[in-house]
């Protein structure tokens, strides 16, 4: 089994590290990820220069490249490296994140961005996350994403992904699995002025006091692991009928 690994914190990141390390014997290990830390990117893709790409050695993988651009570019530079080469991927993860991507919020991921990228392209693929930005505890996720390979493989089509978050917290606290839909936004953010003529964005968790506790946000910040089925057709099939019968003209 051929699986490559992308992300969107970078080619050092220790969540990387611990996916590559937990799934390492059960296939042959690919690594595309960035030079840089690249969160936020969702499914960006670039088009207006040359990126650098290197190719680096990586405890545990077969090939592997360091790419300054999106965790989008990682996916599609990864798959095609592979594919150039004779090496049919069966899997891609993207993850572990460092930062959950959950909620509305799984817009603005990269990680997830990245993951979608491999499912247009139409290889499994799997979103892997965990809670905070300062995470540490990464052995939870990875297990989960080592066992879902074999389901993904058999029952989920190219053209979903699942995106897997966990807390950050040991893999014994967590409470349990969930599969959940997404929730609200996780964050409540806003620009704040840094000096004369910047911004920066920043952003809060906010208490969400009506939150349905049956969604991803809710099971998570009460330390249930989720998982959801994302899919890429953003079309709201219940109201094509509805705006049809406007029987707009030119």
Same mark, same amino acid.
């Given at each position: 089994m051929n699986l490559l690994l992308v992300n969107d914190d970078g080619i050092e990141a220790a969540g990387l590290r611990a996916l590559a390390d937990r799934i390492a014997d059960l296939g042959t290990l690919y690594v595309c990820a960035p030079m840089h830390q690249s969160s936020g990117e969702s499914h960006a893709i670039t088009l207006? =220069? !040359?990126?650098?790409?290197?190719?680096?050695?990586?405890?545990?993988?077969?090939?592997a490249w360091r790419v300054d651009g999106t965790p989008a570019d990682c996916a599609k530079a990864g798959l095609q490296f592979c594919e150039d080469r004779g090496?049919?991927?069966?899997?891609?993860f993207s993850g572990i994140n460092m930062g959950a991507n959950l909620g509305a919020d799984t817009?603005?991921? /990269?990680?997830?961005?990245?993951?979608?990228?491999?499912? &247009?392209?139409?290889? %499994?693929?799997?979103?892997?996350?965990?809670? /905070?930005?300062?995470?540490?505890?990464?052995?939870g996720?990875?297990?989960?994403?080592?066992?879902?390979?074999?389901?993904?493989?058999?029952?989920?089509?190219t053209n979903i992904i699942i995106?897997? !978050?966990?807390?950050?917290?040991p893999a014994e606290a967590?409470?349990?699995? =969930?599969?959940?839909? &997404?929730?609200?936004s996780y964050y409540v953010d806003r620009f704040e002025p840094k000096g004369e003529g910047y911004y920066h964005l920043e952003g809060v968790v906010p208490d969400y006091d009506s939150l349905d506790p049956?969604?991803?946000?809710?099971?998570? =910040?009460?330390?249930y692991?989720?998982?959801?089925?994302?899919?890429?057709?953003?079309?709201? %099939?219940? &109201? &094509?009928?509805?705006?049809?019968?406007?029987?707009?003209?030119?």
């Open positions: 207006t =220069r !040359n990126i650098r790409v290197e190719e680096v050695d990586y405890p545990g993988a077969a090939l090496i049919r991927i069966d899997l891609v817009l603005y991921s /990269g990680t997830v961005g990245a993951a979608m990228e491999a499912a &247009l392209l139409g290889y %499994h693929s799997v979103a892997v996350s965990v809670y /905070g930005h300062h995470a540490t505890h990464y052995d996720a990875a297990r989960l994403a080592r066992q879902v390979i074999g389901p993904v493989l058999r029952e989920i089509p995106n897997i !978050n966990t807390p950050d917290i967590i409470k349990g699995v =969930r599969t959940a839909p &997404l929730g609200p049956a969604v991803d946000v809710a099971l998570n =910040r009460i330390d692991a989720t998982i959801t089925p994302l899919q890429m057709d953003f079309t709201e %099939h219940r &109201l &094509l009928e509805t705006v049809d019968a406007w029987r707009l003209t030119i």
